[in-house]
């Protein structure tokens, strides 16, 4: 059993799942010993979005087992995000620790994240000081996405950090009032502010099975990242538009000279600079479509996620 002490805080850990039969019960074992290590009350959130396999069968059998364990089932894959952000909603802990089951993300470095929380931090986060277990295509295209992000965003998102991270009651409250539906958690983070403190880890390779975030879920949480807390791209073609203004300009100018002289057929010139307007005009429209399509996601206000069945919620303390 715990050490568990009268009045001790609790801690929340938030644990999306999508076909993770192949690790979660090594997973559950040692997010339980750690928890049961510290002088603080706790309870682990299981969120299935919509897993294929065994998982929630499995989680069922956790949740029979241990009374400190949650289960939420979603009717469908709403994708990881959705599911961290139903484990918050769900979670009654005094600081949210979110962490993926596939232990890439080590479960024993917890008790650092809580010690800096105790110390007065707000948000804990795991900074990835090495990857094991990835491409060379993997960590480059992962470390210029990182930076590309920081350059581009409003807010100031720490480099080389996913969504493994403590949160404090207050901050989980403050990113759960917000019902956004691309959802980018750890820019939401880095926009509701609080104090925040790193903990450098290596991030290892999965204990069990394959990866499910693949490379087009990868793409679609950099767009979120991207149009969700920067207007840059927007502006950025309104530069594009100026400067390439400035080109026709002068490239129509140059044909007409060179017209005069006959070196240069001014229908060459005219056919050049009308490309070069139209791809701009189009790359533009494409940039205006993306964040029309996010404002109508929101207009529709449809829930972020559907629960299908829950597990040993009235059980737990």
Not at 224 to 250: E, H, M, R, W
Not at 262 to 280: C, D, E, N, P, Y
């Amino acid at each position: 059993m715990p050490k568990e002490e009268t009045g001790a805080r609790c801690i929340s850990l938030v644990v999306p799942l999508y076909n993770e039969e192949d690790v979660l019960p090594q997973s559950y074992e040692r997010m339980r010993a750690v928890m049961e290590g510290l002088p603080l009350s706790y309870e682990i959130v299981y969120i299935d979005d919509g897993s294929h396999d065994r998982t929630w069968h499995l989680l069922e059998g956790i949740s029979r087992e241990n009374d400190r364990v949650k289960g939420i089932r979603f009717s469908r894959n709403f994708g990881h995000q959705a599911a961290v952000t139903a484990g918050m909603d769900a979670a009654k802990g005094d600081a949210l620790v979110i962490i993926d089951a596939d232990l890439q993300d080590p479960p024993e470095l917890i008790p650092k994240m809580i010690a800096k929380w105790e110390e007065g931090y707000e948000v804990v986060y795991g900074l990835r000081a090495k990857r094991q277990g990835e491409s060379a295509f993997k960590r480059l295209t992962a470390a210029l996405y990182y930076r590309v992000l920081r350059a581009m965003s409003a807010y100031e998102i720490p480099l080389d950090t996913g969504d493994f991270r403590l949160i404090d009651r207050k901050v989980a409250d403050a990113i759960g009032s917000m019902r956004e539906h691309n959802r980018f958690l750890r820019g939401m983070a880095a926009w509701a502010g609080f104090s925040q403190a790193p903990v450098e880890y290596v991030r290892h390779s999965r204990a069990a099975g394959q990866t499910h975030y693949s490379m087009k879920k990868m793409l679609e949480l950099a767009k979120n990242g991207v149009l969700g807390f920067s207007d840059k791209p927007l502006t950025f073609f309104a530069y594009v538009g100026v400067f390439a203004a400035i080109v026709s300009a002068i490239g129509l100018l140059a044909a007409a000279i060179g017209a005069c002289f006959r070196s240069v057929g001014l229908w060459a010139i005219a056919f050049w600079t009308l490309a070069l307007l139209l791809g701009v005009a189009i790359a533009g429209i494409g940039v205006l479509g993306a964040y029309l399509s996010r404002i109508h996601d929101e207009v529709r206000a449809r829930p972020l996620y559907v629960i299908r069945e829950q597990s040993n919620f009235d059980r737990v303390e």
